[in-house]
């Protein structure tokens, strides 16, 4: 079912419903119901709008719209005004039948010659082909305590702290299981056996590699570069820079900087951090191709050229197939032409250029040297008891189940109109998340190498990245059970490419923090 969102002076219509002794809200109100295979609008809207009182000198010097809008100013500033200002806005929607005899000599917009009684927990406009439905509101003015500057407290009012608290007590104890496991790793088995070997003189060395197993088997083709090393170093650079973007974008938000009261901040600082950003991603790229390179200056600029190119056109190719669904919909949704020539405006305007010159300032800082020599032939992989895929797709139960209740209530935020605002633990969940990647990469890559397969860089990438195969299954769960109301295939669509979009990026940030 299609829902209505309606905005008073900057504050979105609340509808509140009593249930089992529990007082629910939502933003926004349905269009209509289903009541035994019949279907009814809601064609009566009663408003509650309240007002606070107020008195001061210079109206305008205290209050205003966040769109910059100023309200009417007095012509003496210096008298005292007085004046109301909205400080709440409700509505009930009820399904009315309405006698269009009683209405056949009744203008739009005047008044209804009796009183409307709105029920509801009743139905009473049935829809059907050819009935016209006709459409009434009422409107109450009620005089509230509630100040202007506390008038978006009810929106922002945090629900539910207690699950926020039980989902970063589960992320810690993962944290500390991962830690322990890594600490053992370090402490017992690397520590001891490298102290052990340097003890020894070059014979009994020399004898003591021909009694080696697991990981100190494959000392010298650790560092041997992997398959595909630009694109390793692409996803890398491009997960450093939405990692990155993320945590300025919901720490600055965690502050206060992004209200919902101003819509449409948290989208275009998502957007400035990204493009800046393009700097860093264009360093580490090139730093990265640098390292496994042993220190090859040649063809970074087409590593930063593609790393410029890469996410942004995925991002960009989905964009346009979303819109272009909108577009053949005829959907008020679409996205106009000239914001997209702005988006490219800000992609090869600001965000190429400061890739390419972060890429060059890599060219100039020192890369990483490899404390061992690599051999020429590489070591043959022994054949494995179970495929590593199988232990890689395992990896990201972990991380998915660090973040899943907090994507649980920014779905619902995103597709069901639920204002989300405790931007401060996710930031919390966010570090977490980052913490249980950077462990879970850890110890898998020390468990392929215990097996001689000294092939990790892109398993340890795809061991913390696979969190984003368990969060597109969790979208599709989400589709099908809590968004039954998404009506048509055009919606379906466009909900599995936000989500795709999603998908990818959670996948290049959290592969990051192998």
Known sequence: MYQVNL?????????????????????????????????????????????HRYEHNNVAGVIGTTDGDELITPANETTT?????????????????????LLNNVKPYSKYPSRIKCDPLSVGMSVKEGKPVIYTYDVSFVMSDIKW????????????????????????????????????????????????????????????????????????????????????????????????????????????????????????????????????????????????????????????????????????????????????????????????????????????????IGGFVATKAPYLEYPVRTNQIPREVPAQRFPSWILILGAGTLPFGTLFIELFFIMSSIWLGRVYYVFGFLFVVLILLVMVCAEVSLVVTYMHLCVEDWRWWWKSFFASGTVAFYIFLYSINYLVFDLK??????????????????????????????
């Open 485 to 514: 109301s998404l009506s048509g295939p055009v919606s379906a669509m466009l909900y599995l490419g936000y989500s795709l979009f999603m998908v990818i990026a959670v996948m290049l940030a959290t592969g990051l923090c192998e």
């Open 7 to 51: 905005n008073l002076d900057n504050l979105p219509a609340i509808r509140y419903m009593e249930k089992d002794g529990f007082f629910l809200r939502w933003n926004g109100f349905p269009v209509g119901a289903k009541v035994q295979d019949s279907y009814y609008a809601f064609n009566h809207l009663k408003f509650t709008i309240f007002v």
């Open 149 to 356: 500057v506390s008038r978006w407290d009810t929106y922002l009012k945090m629900e539910g702290a207690k699950v926020h608290w039980f989902s970063i007590l589960n992320s810690l104890m993962v944290i500390t299981f991962l830690a322990g496991i890594v600490l053992v790793i370090f402490l017992r088995t690397i520590r001891r056996d490298l102290a052990r070997y340097e003890e020894l003189d070059k014979e009994a060395q020399t004898h003591m590699n021909e009694e080696l197993s697991g990981w100190k088997l494959v000392v010298s083709d650790v560092f041997r570069s992997p398959n595909n090393p630009e694109l390793l170093c692409i996803m890398v650079a491009d997960g450093c820079r939405i990692l990155a973007m993320a945590i300025a974008l919901i720490f600055f938000a965690a502050l206060g900087f992004m209200s919902p009261a101003s819509r449409g901040t948290l989208i275009n600082g998502m957007l400035l951090f990204y493009v800046l950003l393009g700097f860093l991603a264009g360093y580490i790229a090139v730093w990265l191709w640098r390292t496994l390179s042993i220190g090859e200056r040649q063809g970074w600029f087409s590593i930063s050229l593609r790393v410029a190119c890469y996410f942004p056109g995925l991002s960009f190719l989905i964009l346009t197939l979303i819109n272009s669904l909108l577009w053949g919909s005829d959907s008020t949704g679409a996205i106009p032409f000239t914001t997209f020539l702005v988006l490219i405006l800000l992609w090869f305007g600001i965000s190429v250029p400061l890739t390419l």
């Open 81 to 101: 005004s007085e004046g109301y200002v909205v400080v709440g806005f409700e509505v009930v929607p009820c399904s009315v039948n309405h006698n269009e005899k």
